[in-house]
């Protein structure tokens, strides 16, 4: 079996200087069409809070490796299966991750995805990482951790229903907060609000009409949206079935 082994800092270090030149603005990022990538940047810059934020999308073929090996200086790094399965090596745990799936990784720690299927799988990173960090504030609030897709308790609402994952405390983070958010055709999330928490919606299934502010965009299946503190937003489910995406919020 091949292995790819992914040299931390020598990727992060030249994206990390190059993002901090730039804010991340508010607005929709979409997937290309041609995905013949191994890896698809949809957003890195600064926010309010963290003074270096990516997302990006990486293809694993088969029977293909993706190690990432991080140390107490390194950023944290949040993980979405998009399209698996795929078995993941945490530490010293052993997991099989499916569609929605969730990998959390400490500064520190280490975090292997294998891709034992015929065709190709892929998986959303997010790195973090904040002017000031607080290592024993993170330690504290807990270890790197995975989630399994069928583990996360499903409550039914009159739109759809949510998935809360987790209200936690990180080296780089006051707070990080994830739910998701199942939305009903033609319906919308809620009346335009704000909030001084900046946000990602991930779209993982399905499609919708995010209102940012002025103006409308619509948002497809793998595509990001990234809202600025205080944006009047929400999104509707102008598709024929259920739209599934991921809430990411922090301070």
Known sequence: MKYFFFAYY?????????AQEKRIETAVYSLPSDQHQKIIPLFSG?????????????FLNHSKKYRFQTDASSDELFFII?????????NNQQYALDKGSVVFVLPGDEVVFINRRKDQASIYQMQMRA?????????QAGTSFAMDWNEMV????????????FDRKTVMLNR?????????PGLKSHDPHTHV??????????????????????ITN??????????????????????????????
């Open 176 to 184: 990080f907060d994830i739910h998701i958010t199942t939305l009903n």
């Open 222 to 251: 793998g595509g990001a949206a990234w809202l600025e503190s205080l944006i009047p937003h929400n999104i509707t489910n102008i598709g024929r079935r259920p739209a599934t995406y991921f809430a990411i919020q922090w301070n």
């Open 10 to 18: 020598l990727i992060i270090i030249a994206e990390t200087t190059m």
């Open 46 to 58: 600064a926010g309010s809070i963290l003074s270096n934020q990516s997302l990006s999308l990486h």
């Open 131 to 139: 002017t000031e960090k607080n290592i024993q504030r993170g330690v």
């Open 197 to 218: 928490n900046e946000e990602i919606i991930l779209m993982i299934d399905g499609m919708g009409e995010m209102q940012l502010g002025n103006k409308r965009e619509k």
């Open 82 to 90: 998009h399209d698996g399965p795929v078995d993941v090596q945490l």
């Open 154 to 165: 499903f409550k039914p609402h009159d739109k759809g229903g949510v998935r809360q994952l």
